[in-house]
C-alpha cells in the first residue's frame, strides 16, 4: 500500500511525527508531502499568486512552501505519474477538529484535496487539555492503527473523507470509537480581541477562547466529551437538497 503523508501544522511538527510512526505500521511505502511552516486554519486555500517552492527532508519527505492543499496538490502531480497513493492521510492535528470547525480546518482540507482525486483520505486529530501535563499524543499513538486497519477494508465513498478525532485522554482511558454525525459550534459567541501594538496601530485577534457549542445526542463533540474517538464521514457535496424543490418553485413562479 503506498501512503501519502500530510498536515497543516508543519513538517517538524510533533504530531506529524506520531503520523509517521503509524503509517509505517502499515506500509513501507510512506511518502511526506507536507507544509514547511504552520497552516493552522487555513482551510481549503491553495496558492495562486506566488510560486510553490519544494524542499526535499530525505528519501520520500518533502516540505512545501505552501498549504495543506498545496502540498497534496503538488505531491499529485509530480511525485506520484506511475502508481497514485492508495490512501492519504492528514494529521495528526494538534487539537481537535470537530463540529463545523472542520471548514477552517487546513488538516481536513488536506485530505480533502486527496478526495477529490479520487484518492481514500482519512483526517486525524488529537484533542488537547493540561499543557505539557495533559496525555498529550497517547490515544491517537495507541488508538490510531484500530481505526484506520478497518477502513482498509471498507469500500469508502468516493468524494467522502473520513474525520477522526481522539479524546484529550490517555489511551487506557478512552472507551472506544463512535461512528457519529457532525455536531455545530456557536460561532456567534466566539471572542475578538482588540488591542493596540507598541507602534500605536490597533489590531485585532481571533479565536483565543473556547467556542461555545451544545453537546447534541449522536454527534462527534458528544462523543469526544464523553471519552470516545468520533469517527464522522464528510462528503464534499455541500449541496443542500431539501431547499432544491422549494426554491426551484420560487424561482419558477417569477420567471
Request: hydrophobic share 40%.
Amino acid at each position: 500500500m503506498r501512503i501519502l503523508l500530510t498536515n497543516d501544522d508543519g513538517i517538524h511538527a510533533p504530531g506529524f511525527a506520531v503520523l509517521e510512526n503509524i503509517a509505517r505500521q502499515i506500509s513501507d511505502d510512506v511518502w511526506v508531502c507536507a507544509p514547511a511552516e504552520e497552516n493552522s486554519g487555513a482551510g481549503h486555500s491553495l496558492t495562486l499568486h506566488q510560486p510553490v517552492r519544494l524542499k526535499e527532508h530525505g528519501e520520500k519527505r518533502y516540505a512545501v512552501t505552501g498549504t495543506p492543499t498545496d502540498s497534496v496538490n503538488l505531491a499529485l502531480r509530480k511525485f506520484f505519474a506511475d502508481k497514485m497513493p492508495d490512501l492519504i492521510i492528514s494529521g495528526v492535528n494538534n487539537g481537535e477538529n470537530l463540529a463545523d470547525d472542520v471548514t477552517y480546518s487546513g488538516t481536513i482540507s488536506a485530505a480533502m484535496e486527496g478526495a477529490l482525486a479520487g484518492i481514500p483520505a482519512i483526517a486525524l486529530s488529537q484533542s488537547m487539555r493540561g499543557g505539557a501535563d495533559g496525555p498529550g499524543f497517547d490515544a491517537a499513538e495507541q488508538w490510531a492503527e484500530r481505526v484506520i486497519r478497518p477502513l482498509l477494508t471498507t469500500q469508502i465513498p468516493r468524494r467522502c473523507v473520513i474525520n477522526v478525532n481522539f479524546p484529550a485522554l490517555p489511551a487506557a482511558e478512552v472507551k472506544g470509537i463512535r461512528v457519529v454525525r457532525q455536531g455545530f459550534h456557536d460561532y456567534a459567541r466566539g471572542s475578538l480581541v482588540e488591542a493596540t501594538d507598541p507602534r500605536g496601530r490597533p489590531y485585532f485577534w481571533f479565536g483565543l477562547d473556547d467556542i461555545e457549542h451544545s453537546l447534541d445526542h449522536g454527534t462527534d463533540l458528544e462523543a469526544v466529551a464523553e471519552g470516545y474517538i468520533s469517527l464522522t464521514p464528510i462528503q464534499l457535496d455541500l449541496t443542500h437538497y431539501a431547499s432544491l424543490g422549494d426554491l426551484g418553485e420560487t424561482f419558477a413562479q417569477s420567471s
